[in-house]
């Protein structure tokens, strides 16, 4: 079993009832199975073979969930790839995975000009998907040459059935390979977890290569409608309100950061909505008076989700009920089905309730590994269990509760980021810049904020918007520091090592320069 049986039994069992909606295009799950079977053959005809990998680095629209459906009905592997990085951040996740073909919308199709600069061996191909119809597009071309006509790919459980990435403490993309029985678990465990039925109507504005949007291969489990929505409504909250109100949206999956965007328009609009009946959200716990805002304007539950990549989402729940209990809402939620969590000390030994260690995981949707790096998997991977980073405790009753992170990432709008990376890419300016730290501080609207102590050359006349700029550049917008200090030199801890404890609290006492 893989993906393509949620839309082929769907398809069967709905037809004619709508399935996806994106702007004006609105298709019954009839019409998606077809165009998906198109897209397959097309892929097909283009000489993907089963186990070949596809990129996708596109932006939110119906043509993504064709190729993701349409990759598993050939057992072909789609690579979900975040458009909104650098090209150059781009191209080495492409090339992480020799791909068949990368599929771009075209408002980005420059990030690819250098894809093929000094690559041994085939040149990738790249279509482009329409995202601007005042500028061309390659897929209706692409989908031309297929005829729909295929016999489906027979899969077996631990065959490769998606790679999402997830950013690497050096810098390097970590390509995250899950298994097709993965896949299909926590879609299953995800819609049942969450109660989810056929007359769901689910709205998705996070970039589909996030985690978080498992509602979209959800909905399409159980039957329900989904309206995709392009990201840039992240920041457009009023334009979320239309959408919630005009397609009488029941269900959707956001960070806090973008709930928090919602209710403060619709607070100060006065609106209120009665069909929202549940609001699924991760990335970092909810403000219990954001929670009650949220529930004075939209009358909804709430359902929160903690995961990682490399379990392709939710490991532990806190369910509806649960937000009832105030006591609760510090909690992450106890392990779903299937799931098994435990704290472990420095040595390596369980620990009892209530004593703080790290989060090790165990389930059936672990990942098969990190694409190519044997020796990193190895030191996350050990007998079964994933070895988090996070820093939690358990309480009696099973909740769990994160404290602290184990390495240094970064969880900002929801997005992961790490230290090193951006010091990394600070660093390049050298000699103007002769040493950086990196860290992450508080934010009520970020979760995180991106903060960077500088100590730059005494004739310099680098600014902190020529860091941010550059950053932006280099790494993408949502990896730049917002705020950035020139200091002297470096905070450092007994050991002689560079504190980022200490160099947060350099911001936290406000002394920082905006960038």
């Known amino acids: 079993m893989n993906l393509k049986d949620f839309l082929v039994n769907s398809a069967r069992l709905f037809p004619d009832k709508t399935a996806v909606i994106f702007r004006e295009k609105r298709l019954t799950y009839g019409e998606l199975y077809r165009d998906t079977c198109i897209c397959g053959s097309a892929l097909r005809n283009m000489g993907v073979k089963k186990g070949d990998s596809i990129c996708i680095a596109a932006r939110n629209c119906v043509e993504y969930l064709e190729l993701i459906f349409g990759c598993s009905m050939i057992g072909a592997v789609p690579c979900l790839i975040n458009w909104r990085l650098s090209p150059e951040a781009l191209a080495e996740m492409a090339w992480e995975t020799d791909p068949k073909a990368l599929f771009i919308s075209n408002t980005d199709i420059s990030k690819t000009a250098a894809l093929n600069d000094g690559r041994d061996g085939n040149a990738v191909r790249v279509i482009s998907i329409c995202d601007d119809p005042q500028l061309p597009s390659d897929f209706e071309e692409f989908c031309r ?38 896949l299909v678990t926590q879609i299953c465990s995800t819609a049942a ?20 949007s498992l509602s979209v291969i959800t909905s399409i489990f159980v039957g329900g409608t989904l309206v995709l929505c392009p990201p840039e409504y992240l920041k457009e909250p009023e334009k979320m309100l239309a959408v919630l109100e005009e397609e009488r949206i029941t269900r959707m999956a956001l960070v806090p950061t973008v709930i928090e965007r919602i209710v403060s328009c619709a607070e100060s609009r006065g609106l209120t909505n009665s069909t929202l009946r549940l609001i699924s959200y991760g990335a970092s716990p909810m403000n219990p008076s954001l929670i009650m805002r949220c529930r004075k304007v939209f009358s909804c539950r709430f359902h929160q989700g903690y995961g990682m990549t490399e379990a392709y989402g939710t490991i532990t729940a ?34 009892p309730p209530g004593q703080t260690g790290e989060i090790a995981v165990k389930t059936e949707t672990l990942m098969q590994g990190y694409l190519g790096r044997p020796e990193l998997t190895e030191q996350v991977m050990r007998d079964g269990w994933y070895y988090s980073g996070d820093i939690g405790y358990v309480d009696e009753k099973g909740y769990l509760y994160l404290t602290d ?13 790490f230290p090193a990376e951006v010091e990394n890419c600070i660093l390049t300016l050298a000699p103007d810049v002769k040493e950086v730290s990196v860290a992450g501080i508080p934010d009520p609207v970020w979760g995180e904020m991106i903060v960077a102590a500088v100590v730059k050359r005494e004739d310099s006349s680098l600014t902190g918007d020529d860091i941010a700029a550059y950053c932006r550049r280099r790494l993408g917008s949502f990896k730049k520091p917002k705020r950035i200090l020139f200091v002297d030199s470096l905070p450092i801890n007994n050991c002689g090592k560079v504190s980022r404890e200490m160099v947060k609290e350099l911001f936290l006492n406000g002394q920082e320069n905006r960038a």
């Open 405 to 417: 992170r184990k390495s240094s990432m970064i969880i900002t709008g929801g997005e992961n980021v």
């Open 145 to 182: 040459t297929g005829d729909g006509k295929l016999e489906f790919e027979e899969t077996e459980d631990s065959d490769i059935g998606m790679i999402l990435f997830t950013s690497g403490t050096t810098g390097r993309a970590k390509g995250v390979m899950l298994s097709c029985r993965a």
């Open 318 to 351: 806190l369910l509806p009920e649960d937000h009832d209990r105030p006591e609760l809402l510090g909690s992450v939620g106890r392990p779903m089905i299937g799931c098994y969590v435990k704290i472990v000390g420095e040595d390596g030994a369980e620990l």
């Open 193 to 212: 977890c969450a109660r989810c039925s056929h007359d769901e109507r689910f709205m998705c504005v996070s970039p589909i290569c996030h985690s978080i």
